[in-house]
Each structure stands twice: as structure tokens, then as C-alpha cells.
């Protein structure tokens, strides 16, 4: 199977920076997407930002200038810079990925376990 470890969250200032890193482990042949959601207390989980394999990347419009998702192909990692953070950012960060373990066999989405982000003064 496949195990994704997040890690980066914490408490920062309105206006500050963290940078969010998942690491995936385990039978993996190819990574396909890789990508980040949030999930805020009440709200249901959105799509923050996504990667595909070749780089091409999408992001929810509220991250757009804001965000920046990057991956290393080599070491299996997605990363998500987060600058300029807002009250309204704070929510559970999970890192999610799409793995095919063999050649031979249909991908699988995978999570990871979260991470929480707290922005606030």
C-alpha cells in the first residue's frame, strides 16, 4: 500500500507564510496527480491545488497569487508554499495523491492524515 505523511502546519500571523510538505511511501510504480485540499469546521473538503505529473497545475481562485504547489518526482513529495495568509485559510490541510502501485494494475487515490492550519493574531 501506499502511506502519506504531511507535514508544516501550524498557528501564523495574518500576512505570514507556511509551507506545507506530504511525502508518499510504500509499492509505488508512478504518481500521477498530486494535490492538496482543506476542510474548515462546517464546510465541506475543497480542492486547494493540483499537480499532474508533467506540472501542469490548477488552484481554487481564492489561492491563486497566493499559493504555490511544486513536486519532486524523484523523492514522491508535493509540496503547497502558502504566502500572504488570510483568517479564512484555517482549516485541516490534507495531501492526497493518485498512485498506481504496478504496471499492471488501475490507480488508487490516496490521503494523508492532515495537518492543521491556523491563522490568526
Known amino acids: 500500500q501506499v502511506q502519506l505523511v504531511e507535514s508544516g502546519g501550524g498557528l501564523v500571523q495574518p500576512g505570514g507564510s507556511l509551507r506545507l510538505s506530504c511525502a508518499a511511501s510504500?509499492?509505488?510504480?508512478?504518481?500521477?496527480?498530486m494535490g492538496w485540499y482543506r476542510q474548515a469546521p462546517g464546510n465541506q473538503r475543497e480542492l486547494v491545488a493540483v499537480i499532474t505529473s508533467g506540472g501542469t497545475t490548477n488552484y481554487v481562485d481564492s489561492a491563486k497569487g497566493r499559493f504555490t504547489i511544486s513536486r519532486d518526482n524523484a523523492k514522491n513529495t508535493v509540496d503547497l508554499q502558502m504566502n500572504s495568509l488570510k483568517p479564512e485559510d484555517t482549516a485541516v490541510y490534507y495531501c492526497?495523491?493518485?498512485?498506481?502501485?504496478?504496471?499492471?494494475?488501475?490507480?488508487?487515490?490516496?490521503w494523508g492524515q492532515g495537518t492543521q492550519v491556523t491563522v490568526s493574531s
Open positions: 492526497t495523491c493518485n498512485v498506481q502501485s504496478y504496471f499492471w494494475t488501475r490507480a488508487s487515490d490516496y
Open positions: 510504500g509499492i509505488i510504480y508512478e504518481i500521477n496527480a
